[in-house]
T-cell receptor, first 113, second 113 residues
Framework: AQTVTQSQPEMSVQEAETVTLSCTYDTSENNYYLFWYKQPPSRQMILVIRQEAYKQQNATENRFSVNFQKAAKSFSLKISDSQLGDTAMYFCAFIQGAQKLVFGQGTRLTINP | GAGVSQTPSNKVTEKGKYVELRCDPISGHTALYWYRQSLGQGPEFLIYFQGTGAADDSGLPNDRFFAVRPEGSVSTLKIQRTERGDSAVYLC???????????FGPGTRLTVL
């Protein structure tokens, strides 16, 4: 069974700092997709970034970038120049074959002014 | 509509009652998913529709849970004889198909007293 592990239940940084959220996953497949979703208190799950496993290049979206290490099954999210609006729960998720997303437990990120 | 919508936003019911939760996906999205998110946890898969048919219902916890999507658009998640353990946020997502990004609605918070 596929599993996703986020080892940091909570993180806190100052505004404008850079923060990295960790995620590891377990799969025996070669072709799959990885995602980071953000969930603010409003409950809406918002896509932050997506990575296709067959692509060696790390995905980037403005201040958000990933470090995808396929051999190590690691998929960390880096947020640069953090903003107060980045405060939220962040979930790492994996999808392969069966279409269902498998989520990690989440990391609660707080950006302090 | 612009995004996935879910109604009601909140539902409070008594143990043993029947509830229906509605999801209206993004127009043109053929795939629709239901997830359940317990407090402090990541979402867990319940069921996935491709068109009108349930392609994967392996996440439904028991036969009290049932979902339909009769016309391939709106879906209804039905829970019979609710139990206190059913209390959670029920999230709906839609996508254009295979391995595509899933876009989430704001969820329905179900509270069973």
């Amino acid at each position: 069974a596929q599993t996703v592990t986020q080892s940091q239940p909570e993180m806190s940084v100052q505004e404008a700092e850079t923060v990295t959220l960790s995620c590891t996953y377990d799969t025996s497949e070669n072709n799959y997709y990885l995602f980071w979703y953000k969930q603010p208190p409003s409950r809406q799950m918002i896509l932050v970034i997506r990575q296709e496993a067959y692509k060696q290049q790390n995905a980037t979206e403005n201040r958000f970038s990933v470090n995808f290490q396929k051999a190590a099954k690691s998929f960390s999210l880096k947020i640069s120049d953090s903003q107060l609006g980045d405060t939220a729960m962040y979930f790492c998720a994996f999808i392969q074959g069966a279409q269902k997303l498998v989520f990690g437990q989440g990391t609660r990120l707080t950006i302090n002014p | 509509g612009a995004g996935v919508s879910q109604t009601p936003s909140n539902k409070v019911t008594e143990k043993g009652k029947y509830v229906e939760l509605r999801c209206d996906p993004i127009s043109g999205h053929t795939a629709l998913y239901w997830y359940r998110q317990s407090l402090g946890q990541g979402p867990e898969f319940l069921i996935y529709f491709q068109g009108t048919g349930a392609a994967d219902d392996s996440g439904l916890p028991n036969d009290r849970f049932f979902a339909v999507r009769p016309e391939g658009s709106v879906s209804t998640l039905k829970i019979q004889r609710t139990e206190r353990g059913d209390s959670a946020v029920y999230l709906c997502a839609s996508s254009t198909g295979l391995a595509d990004t899933q876009y989430f609605g704001p969820g329905t918070r179900l509270t069973v007293l």
